[in-house]
């Protein structure tokens, strides 16, 4: 029986559990055939089946599903892992059955940023996956270069193809490295961390939020290289030992991050005015606010801290 996540631009319908919001499954009605999911259709997209999560309950993030999640078998199902995701308008315009959807009601449309906190790796994959193919499939409609509206490939192929001039336009991901730079304090030789307060964390917030150096990988370099080139840039220091630790699909657009750490090597700090407010090393014991759990960022500050035995 298939199911299917239901969007809105980058949030997601979930239903409010015991243990917080969780992505609802919908029925999808019998006329949905496999031969309507894979013609192209503005607003429905086929997730890739390798990330449906046959590992949701094996313990991701030490999060434990509650009883109820997994002995539910309606037509709202959670645990039936689900291969399409659509937009709320398709949803409507072709008559699939939805709860009642209200700020104030059980169920209700919930920002991924906020649902990827609590969720299982494999589950908040999956609707990064959505949100990002979704985003392509509207972007899309038209070639880019002669412009004639397009169609989606035959056989089941991830591409929207020109019938005219036949150019294709494949889902793309833009890779972006984010490093952890360590050194000891030069004073008490406590293991200290760079962390550096980003314009787009913004100014409001108090405290402000402190992350790691991070930017884009450029036409014509490698990784490691993108990992000098932006540490100079924006902290305008030298660093050394650099080992890429692993990645995350991040859906804001659609990019992979590629998280590495590094140690310092040389260098005063000079920030980059237009990208920082404010960068430093801080010791351990001592740091500011960070990134919440769940993203990158925070996994590559908690691996350094957890080395040096401290729980964030």
Request: aromatic share 8%; proline share 7%; with cysteine.
């Amino acid at each position: 029986m298939a199911h299917a996540f239901i969007l809105s631009d980058d949030t997601v319908l979930c239903r409010q559990m015991p243990d917080g919001w969780w992505p609802l499954q919908i029925q999808l009605p019998q006329s949905s055939t496999e031969s309507d999911e894979q013609a192209y259709r503005l607003g429905r997209v086929t997730l890739h089946e390798s990330l449906s999560p046959n590992h949701w309950q094996s313990g991701d993030n030490n999060i434990s599903l509650s009883a109820d999640l997994i002995s539910h078998n309606t037509d709202q199902t959670f645990t039936a892992p689900s291969t399409t995701a659509m937009t709320y308008d398709y949803a409507v315009a072709h008559d699939v059955t939805l709860p009642i959807i209200a700020e104030s009601s059980t169920d209700t449309f919930v920002p991924y940023r906020q649902l990827m906190l609590h969720l299982p790796v494999a589950l908040s994959d999956q609707i990064s996956q959505a949100i990002q193919l979704l985003r392509w499939q509207a972007d899309t409609q038209f070639c880019s270069r002669c412009a004639s509206p397009t169609v989606h490939a035959d056989q089941g192929e991830r591409a929207m193809v020109c019938p005219v001039c036949q150019l294709r336009q494949y889902p793309r991901v833009q890779p972006c490295v984010i490093t952890a730079i360590t050194r000891p304090n030069p004073v008490s030789g406590e293991m200290q961390i760079l962390l550096a307060h980003h314009h787009r964390h913004g100014q409001q917030k108090l405290p402000p939020m402190y992350g790691l150096i991070a930017g884009f990988v450029e036409v014509g370099e490698s990784l490691e290289h993108a990992v000098v080139r932006e540490v100079a840039e924006e902290v305008n220091i030298s660093v050394a030992d650099i080992r890429y630790v692993s990645s995350q699909p991040w859906p804001f657009p659609s990019n992979l991050m590629l998280g590495f750490r590094a140690s310092y090597a040389s260098g005063d700090i000079i920030i980059q005015e237009d990208e920082l407010a404010h960068a430093d090393f801080f010791d351990l014991s001592n740091l500011p606010k960070i990134p919440p759990k769940g993203s990158i960022a925070r996994e590559l500050i908690d691996q350094i801290a957890k080395e040096q035995g401290i729980l964030l």
